[in-house]
T-cell receptor, first 113, second 115 residues
Framework: GENVEQHPSTLSVQEGDSAVIKCTYSDSASNYFPWYKQELGKRPQLIIDIRSNVGEKKDQRIAVTLNKTAKHFSLHITETQPEDSAVYFCAASPEAAGNKLTFGGGTRVLVKP | EAGVAQSPRYKIIEKRQSVAFWCNPISGHATLYWYQQILGQGPKLLIQFQNNGVVDDSQLPKDRFSAERLKGVDSTLKIQPAKLEDSAVYLC?????????????FGPGTRLTVL
């Protein structure tokens, strides 16, 4: 089955700096890659996703890049703010698996004012 | 649009006791998922339903866990008997049934503590 590795496990950045989280996946059939943000004690919420027919997607301060050849994808947060502090999870899904998501282990991001 | 509802939000039980969690997905969402999230880890899929049929239960510990979605709407997940290692947050998610991969919307979760 699919295996998703996520790095780093913790990331501390100064407010205004950029944050980058990287994920690798094992199943070449995966074609959907969402990113979820989970604040302490709350539900995971989708912040951005990318499908395999594009290499990059951007939404304001958040961008995701995908390299299908290397089987890795990354989340980029620019101009970080204290409210960006949370745990971020990447996930991968092969369409043939009925939308089954396999999650990475998570990255705890701390934005210091 | 109302979100995914779960109850209870918290549950504390002794090991070997049984427990049940309830989930009501977003109206019209055909696919429902139960995930287990152990502290410090990503969610792990336990079971996936499409309408009232099971699509994937390969990671469900079937000797103690069971789940049902009898009318294709709400769902219950049961653990009997519970073990210490079952302490986790149990998340329910739902997604619509349309072509291609779809966004999964999560409920607030049930935090289970097994003593």
């Amino acid at each position: 089955g699919e295996n998703v590795e996520q790095h780093p496990s913790t990331l501390s950045v100064q407010e205004g700096d950029s944050a980058v989280i990287k994920c690798t996946y094992s199943d070449s059939a995966s074609n959907y890659f969402p990113w979820y943000k989970q604040e302490l004690g709350k539900r995971p919420q989708l912040i951005i996703d990318i499908r395999s027919n594009v290499g990059e997607k951007k939404d304001q301060r958040i961008a995701v890049t995908l390299n299908k050849t290397a089987k890795h994808f990354s989340l980029h947060i620019t101009e970080t703010q204290p409210e960006d502090s949370a745990v971020y999870f990447c996930a991968a899904s092969p369409e043939a698996a009925g939308n089954k998501l396999t999650f990475g282990g998570g990255t705890r991001v701390l934005v210091k004012p | 649009e109302a979100g995914v509802a779960q109850s209870p939000r918290y549950k504390i039980i002794e090991k070997r006791q049984s427990v049940a969690f309830w989930c009501n997905p977003i109206s019209g969402h055909a696919t429902l998922y139960w995930y287990q999230q152990i502290l410090g880890q990503g969610p792990k899929l336990l079971i996936q339903f499409q309408n009232n049929g099971v699509v994937d239960d390969s990671q469900l510990p079937k000797d103690r866990f069971s789940a049902e979605r009898l009318k294709g709407v709400d769902s219950t997940l049961k653990i009997q008997p519970a073990k210490l290692e079952d302490s986790a947050v149990y998340l329910c998610a739902s997604s619509p049934l349309t072509g291609g991969p779809n966004t999964q919307y999560f409920g607030p979760g049930t935090r289970l503590t097994v003593l």
